[in-house]
């Protein structure tokens, strides 16, 4: 049976991915700013997740699956980051999230098992310099997911994919010449850097019944960067 797949974000980048992904074979619904990207076969609702609140009458019931896609990538020596700016991505990458969830919850809750995917990052795994907003914001999702899992078992799985740099819009600033292309891909063990691609498969996977014993995990997919060290 087809299953309803929510969407906060999903109008390019590894949401974008995940949609194609997933369209044959669901009814999937993106909620975000723009839409130009969409085909006809996606529900589009105009959402920006900073100032709205999400449209129960625009939603299906159930929801099956659950994926927010906005995140931050701000870097800067610590001294230099105003609380703001901590707030700022706090608000993003989290709090965002939890203000749809709560209320989408009655939907997930109508579904025979519900599977939602929060995106975390590389940063929260290991340290990295002039990471430390986002890595703190990202760090949130990943305690929250496991909390949530626990409460929630086994009427709805939960599970967040950490990535390491993809090339998406988010980081069009580090991928955006040959230089730092090149860099970026020479400092991955596996000697490229994602593509949304890669990462849309592993929550496409998370999403569908092949995943239905797993849940309050967090996969570094990522090249092997957070855990393999290619220096002898
Ligand atoms: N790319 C990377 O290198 C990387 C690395 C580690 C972690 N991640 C994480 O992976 C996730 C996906 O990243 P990505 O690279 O695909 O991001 P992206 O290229 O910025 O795409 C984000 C998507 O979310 C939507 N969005 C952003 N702000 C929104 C808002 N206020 N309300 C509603 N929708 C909003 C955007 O659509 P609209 O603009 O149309 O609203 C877009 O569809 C993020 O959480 C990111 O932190 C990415």
Known sequence: MKKNILLIGGSYGI???????LKEENTVYIA???AENLDSSIHHIPFDANSDAINLEMLPYPIDGFVFLPGSINLRPFKNIKI????????INFLNMVKVLQTILPNLLASKQSSLVFFSSIATNIGMPFHSSVAASKGAIEGFAKAFAAEYAPKIRVNVIAPSLTDTPLADKFLNNDVKREKAAERNPLKKFGASNDIAEMAAFLLSDKSNWITGQVFHVDGGMSTLSVII
Not at 15 to 21: M, R
Not at 85 to 90: P, R, S
């Open 84 to 91: 703001e700016a901590f707030e700022n991505d706090l608000q």
């Open 15 to 21: 949401g974008y991915a995940l949609a194609e992904i």
């Open 32 to 34: 975000s700013r723009t």
